[in-house]
């Protein structure tokens, strides 16, 4: 029987106030996040703002709220949108990996994890998760973690069991903790780090997917 892939994306966030119904909100909401991304980036969390928001958007400040109470909510929604973006790309990645190859499959979502933290915008703060914030989205890793460990049983055609699921919270708690020392390190990240990172993981994965 297959597995599923856990393409799915995640459920609206629970501090968006109005899910978008018609195209045209849908695409002022998409604006919306885009400028608190490109924010982030410029002026970092602390000074962000839901009115620098809706300036670099070009809506008013009343379709911010229409969405989002605080920049807190907008900033949770970003994470969200981050997180299915992620789930997406590392599924194609995926893809290109052969059948059975765990190695293969464990470094597209390591190697996308990279892409993103160095080219997307406002990931470098608000990755799946609000730092400064823990309680808008508390258990960011463990959605990560599903959401990998659904795509790697996918491809190794093996069952979604409890065991599959605490190997993958662990190494994504693991490079989640060496990455952000790497990322201090270098704006791109040290090279030598993230080799030790891609090491730890082959390390650990192997006693069980060998």
Same mark, same amino acid.
């Given at each position: 029987m297959p597995h599923p892939d856990r393409r799915k994306p995640s459920p609206p966030p629970k501090t968006l106030r109005r899910v978008p119904v018609?195209?045209? &909100? +849908?695409?002022? =909401?998409? !604006?919306? /996040? $885009?400028?608190?991304? $490109? =924010?982030?980036?410029?002026?970092? #969390?602390?000074? /962000? &703002?839901?009115?620098?928001?809706?300036? !670099?958007?070009g809506v008013p400040i009343g379709s911010v709220y229409r969405f989002f109470g605080n920049k807190r909510a907008m900033t949770d929604? /970003?994470?969200?949108?981050? /997180?299915?973006? #992620?789930? *997406? !790309?590392? +599924?194609? !990645?995926?893809?290109?990996?052969?059948?059975?190859?765990?190695?293969?499959?464990? $470094?597209?979502?390591? $190697? *996308? #994890? =990279? +892409?993103?933290?160095?080219?997307v915008p406002g990931f470098g703060l608000v990755d799946f998760g609000v730092p400064s914030a823990p309680d808008a989205m508390p258990d960011a890793n463990s959605d990560v973690a599903e959401r990998v460990a659904g795509l790697l049983a996918a491809h190794l055609d093996r069952p979604l069991d409890e065991k599959l699921r605490r190997m993958v919270l662990v190494g994504v708690e693991a490079v989640d903790a060496v990455l952000q020392l790497a990322f201090r390190a270098h704006p791109s990240g040290d090279p030598a780090l993230i080799d030790e990172t891609r090491t730890l993981l082959h390390s650990y994965f192997a006693g069980s997917l060998d």
């Open positions: 018609q195209e045209r &909100s +849908a695409e002022r =909401l998409t !604006r919306i /996040l $885009d400028a608190c991304a $490109d =924010l982030l980036d410029e002026v970092g #969390y602390e000074e /962000l &703002s839901t009115r620098a928001v809706a300036v !670099r958007a929604a /970003l994470a969200h949108r981050n /997180l299915d973006a #992620y789930g *997406e !790309r590392v +599924a194609a !990645r995926m893809a290109g990996v052969e059948g059975g190859d765990w190695r293969g499959a464990v $470094d597209a979502a390591f $190697d *996308e #994890y =990279l +892409a993103m933290k160095r080219t």
